[in-house]
């Protein structure tokens, strides 16, 4: 019986691993990943890492004891350099060839860089592996000053939690609106008005035009005019997916490795998962590559389900969530421009609730520190809920432009 191969030893590869011999994998398992540690959750790195006095454990998706008692190989510091889909092998980078009779990528993302800050050496980081959190937990000091590129929710993240530590934060971002690729202007500026009124300087439609080191400082020249001197600057403007490996073996990919409802992709033996893999999601009729926590352990149970022949789990609604500062945001399906807004609590606070309705059904929610009732009306998705005005008061929401 030839093994499971698995290149990628991630959040989605380190799940698939495990899943596997719970759906009763009887075959070799082995793992391969380019890091030289164990496969981690990412969440902690733009929040715990960087924030508790004493740095956190890596929260381990599968640790030693583990891969030892569901005998899966792991084999850590190896970047898999090709695929042989003919011959159903791999090759590694120290040229050790691997057959597989199954193949799961789970190869991630990689971030954008901007080449333009190479010049700043160590002084610019990006966010995506153990160590670079690390060296960042090293860098922000109180009063450090540090410019973040991006207001997506890495770099909102960061300025938080840089923040927290007493850096002075000042965050950029090229188009008029934070969060601009998922979320309205309504909810993102939910937000971004906790950041300010923390002290965080948040400058939209804004860039870098020049950008000059001495050993004294840093002097980078904004699009306005401005010049600022951050101590350091921190890139999050979002990644790119690892899916040159899987074009190069003539998989077809289409931003991201393109899967169908069994994570399989164009080759019947080979299986793409996690912020790699594009997928369809029914709830929305269409294709998309999710970077979420929930998507990585959702595929990876899928793909462990259909190479064990069991029937994939029912789609599930993508859900995200973000902690920033003391509030954890969650997001689930798609918060359209378009939709119908009905609220519960008060917008900005604790316990708010934000439910966007298209054509009568729910589509979208949005909550600040709502908890349970956050899951409550998670659960009315499951369903397919028809959300017309008079369930939504049942259920406590009232149109956003309605009087209290
Ligand atoms: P990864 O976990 O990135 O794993 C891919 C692995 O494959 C990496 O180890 C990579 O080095 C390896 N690899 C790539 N190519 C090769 C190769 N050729 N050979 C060998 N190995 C290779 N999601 C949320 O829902 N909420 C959050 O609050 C949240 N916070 C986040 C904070 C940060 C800083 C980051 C980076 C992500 C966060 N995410 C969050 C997203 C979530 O962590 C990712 O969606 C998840 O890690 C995706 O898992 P993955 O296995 O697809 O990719």
């Given at each position: 019986?030839?093994?499971?191969?698995?290149?990628?030893?991630?959040?989605?590869?380190?799940?698939?691993?495990?899943?596997?011999?719970h759906f009763g994998w009887q075959g070799n398992i082995i793992l391969v990943g380019d890091e030289p540690c164990l496969p981690y959750e990412r969440p902690p790195l733009s929040k715990a890492?960087?924030?508790?006095?004493?740095?956190?454990?890596?929260?381990?998706?599968?640790?030693?004891?583990?891969?030892?008692?569901?005998?899966?190989?792991?084999?850590?510091?190896?970047?898999?350099?090709?695929?042989?889909?003919?011959?159903?092998?791999?090759?590694?980078?120290?040229?050790?060839?691997?057959?597989?009779?199954?193949?799961?990528?789970?190869?991630?993302?990689?971030?954008?860089?901007?080449?333009?800050l190479d010049v700043l050496g160590s002084r610019v980081c990006y966010l995506h592996k153990l160590e670079e959190a690390r060296a960042l937990r090293d860098a922000i000091k109180t009063g450090?000053?540090?410019?973040?590129?991006?207001?997506?929710?890495?770099?909102?993240?960061?300025?938080?939690?840089?923040?927290?530590?007493?850096?002075?934060?000042?965050?950029?971002?090229?188009?008029?609106?934070?969060?601009?690729?998922?979320?309205?202007?309504?909810?993102?500026?939910?937000?971004?008005?906790?950041?300010?009124?923390?002290?965080?300087?948040?400058?939209?439609?804004?860039?870098?035009?020049?950008?000059?080191?001495?050993?004294?400082?840093?002097?980078?020249?904004?699009?306005?005019?401005?010049?600022?001197?951050?101590?350091?600057?921190?890139?999050?403007?979002?990644?790119?997916?690892?899916?040159?490996?899987?074009?190069?073996?003539?998989?077809?990919?289409?931003?991201?490795?393109?899967?169908?409802?069994h994570c399989r992709t164009s080759d019947p033996d080979v299986y793409a998962i996690g912020d790699v893999a594009s997928h369809r999601n029914p709830h929305y009729d269409r294709r998309w590559?999710?970077?979420?926590?929930?998507?990585?352990?959702?595929?990876?149970?899928?793909?462990?389900?259909?190479?064990?022949?069991?029937?994939?789990?029912?789609?599930?609604?993508?859900?995200?969530?973000?902690?920033?500062?003391?509030?954890?945001?969650?997001?689930?399906?798609?918060?359209?421009?378009?939709?119908?807004?009905?609220?519960?609590?008060?917008?900005?606070?604790?316990?708010?609730?934000?439910?966007?309705?298209?054509?009568?059904?729910?589509?979208?929610?949005?909550?600040?520190?709502?908890?349970?009732?956050?899951?409550?009306?998670?659960?009315?998705?499951?369903?397919?809920?028809?959300?017309?005005?008079?369930?939504?008061?049942?259920?406590?929401?009232?149109?956003?432009?309605?009087?209290?």
């Amino acid at each position: 019986n030839l093994p499971v191969v698995i290149v990628g030893a991630g959040h989605a590869g380190g799940r698939c691993a495990e899943r596997l011999r719970h759906f009763g994998w009887q075959g070799n398992i082995i793992l391969v990943g380019d890091e030289p540690c164990l496969p981690y959750e990412r969440p902690p790195l733009s929040k715990a890492v960087l924030v508790e006095e004493v740095e956190p454990s890596p929260s381990f998706v599968i640790d030693r004891d583990m891969l030892a008692a569901l005998a899966i190989e792991h084999v850590a510091g190896q970047v898999v350099r090709s695929i042989d889909l003919r011959n159903g092998t791999v090759c590694l980078a120290d040229e050790r060839q691997i057959g597989y009779g199954k193949l799961v990528l789970a190869t991630g993302l990689t971030p954008r860089r901007l080449p333009m800050l190479d010049v700043l050496g160590s002084r610019v980081c990006y966010l995506h592996k153990l160590e670079e959190a690390r060296a960042l937990r090293d860098a922000i000091k109180t009063g450090a000053k540090l410019l973040i590129v991006g207001a997506g929710f890495i770099g909102l993240e960061v300025a938080a939690s840089a923040r927290k530590l007493g850096a002075e934060v000042t965050v950029i971002e090229a188009a008029p609106q934070p969060l601009g690729r998922v979320l309205p202007a309504r909810m993102a500026n939910l937000i971004t008005e906790r950041h300010e009124s923390a002290g965080i300087k948040i400058l939209c439609n804004e860039a870098m035009d020049e950008i000059v080191q001495t050993p004294e400082r840093i002097s980078i020249t904004l699009r306005s005019g401005e010049t600022i001197h951050p101590d350091l600057v921190l890139v999050g403007i979002g990644g790119t997916p690892n899916d040159a490996l899987a074009r190069s073996a003539g998989l077809h990919v289409d931003n991201g490795i393109v899967v169908d409802d069994h994570c399989r992709t164009s080759d019947p033996d080979v299986y793409a998962i996690g912020d790699v893999a594009s997928h369809r999601n029914p709830h929305y009729d269409r294709r998309w590559r999710l970077e979420s926590w929930m998507n990585a352990e959702e595929m990876a149970s899928n793909a462990a389900r259909a190479i064990c022949n069991q029937p994939p789990n029912e789609a599930s609604v993508p859900y995200f969530w973000t902690d920033q500062f003391e509030r954890r945001y969650q997001i689930a399906g798609l918060l359209e421009p378009k939709a119908e807004i009905y609220e519960q609590g008060v917008a900005g606070e604790s316990g708010y609730l934000a439910c966007f309705v298209v054509d009568g059904r729910m589509r979208g929610l949005f909550g600040i520190n709502a908890g349970k009732a956050f899951r409550k009306a998670q659960n009315l998705f499951r369903g397919g809920a028809v959300a017309g005005r008079d369930e939504l008061r049942g259920a406590g929401f009232l149109a956003a432009c309605e009087p209290a």
